[in-house]
């Protein structure tokens, strides 16, 4: 069974940085891509950014660009989000989703989510 | 404003088809899959379609997609109260270089 962990949301001020986890099981995680997707309740949802197999596909939103930067361990089956300068529109549940293929596939599986909340 | 536009709600009664569409570009739908996902509330999404019309093993065949140029439609047929949630399409962007999602449309049971 696929399982996706996310951990480090938490209540910061702007400016501040915070770093997200995801750990993963139930597949091999080496062959496939990871990406963070986030939901802000009334606003929907928006894709964040996306790192392929053997750290290939890496991309990012614009909103993102420049402030956060993904990253993979493969060998301890996790996915990372580094993020900087935050801001109050980041605000945020920051779901960790497996695709079904190596790159851009399906957001296939997702986890439970880690509140990012940015606010003076 | 969402580069993917849904109507923001759709209803209808147990057992009727409820047909919610999303509009793209050639960016976007125009020349890339379209993926559709469910959303209840305090839940992780569902993905409910892949690749425009694929049925990911263990979604109920009431639910089916299509692609027409750069306009998607997800079907319900049979709709039942758990269907209530919010409906997404996802596409890939080639000029934003990325996934966009539409605004997402509330389907209520009545």
């Known amino acids: 069974e696929v399982q996706l962990v996310e951990s480090g949301g938490d209540s910061v001020q702007p400016g501040r940085s915070l770093r997200l986890a995801c750990a993963a099981s139930g597949f091999t995680f080496q062959y496939y891509a990871l990406h963070w997707v986030r939901h802000v309740p009334g606003k929907g949802l928006e894709w964040v950014s996306s790192?392929?197999?053997?750290?290939?596909?890496?991309g990012y939103a614009d909103s993102v660009k420049g402030r956060f930067t993904i990253s993979r361990d493969d060998a301890k089956n996790s996915v990372y989000l580094e993020m900087k300068s935050l801001r109050v529109e980041d605000t945020a549940l920051y779901y960790c989703?497996?695709?079904?293929?190596?790159?851009?596939?399906?957001?296939?599986?997702w986890g439970q989510g880690t509140q990012v909340t940015v606010s003076s | 404003q969402s580069v993917l536009t849904q109507p923001p709600s759709a209803s209808g009664t147990p057992g009727q088809r409820v047909i919610i569409s999303c509009s793209g570009s050639s960016s976007t739908i125009g020349n890339n899959y379209v993926y559709w996902y469910q959303h209840l509330p305090g839940t992780a999404p569902k993905l409910l379609i892949k690749?425009?019309?694929q049925r990911p093993s263990g979604v109920p065949d009431r639910f089916s997609g299509s692609k027409s140029g750069t306009s998607a439609s997800l079907a319900i047929s049979g709709l039942r109260s758990e269907d209530e949630a919010g409906y997404y399409c996802?596409?890939?962007?080639?000029?934003?270089?990325?996934?966009?999602f539409g605004s997402g449309t509330e389907v209520t049971v009545v």
């Open positions: 989703v497996k695709d079904d293929s190596s790159g851009y596939g399906a957001l296939h599986y």
């Open positions: 996802v596409s890939w962007d080639d000029s934003l270089r990325g996934y966009v």
């Open positions: 790192i392929g197999w053997n750290n290939t596909y890496i």
């Open positions: 690749r425009d019309n």
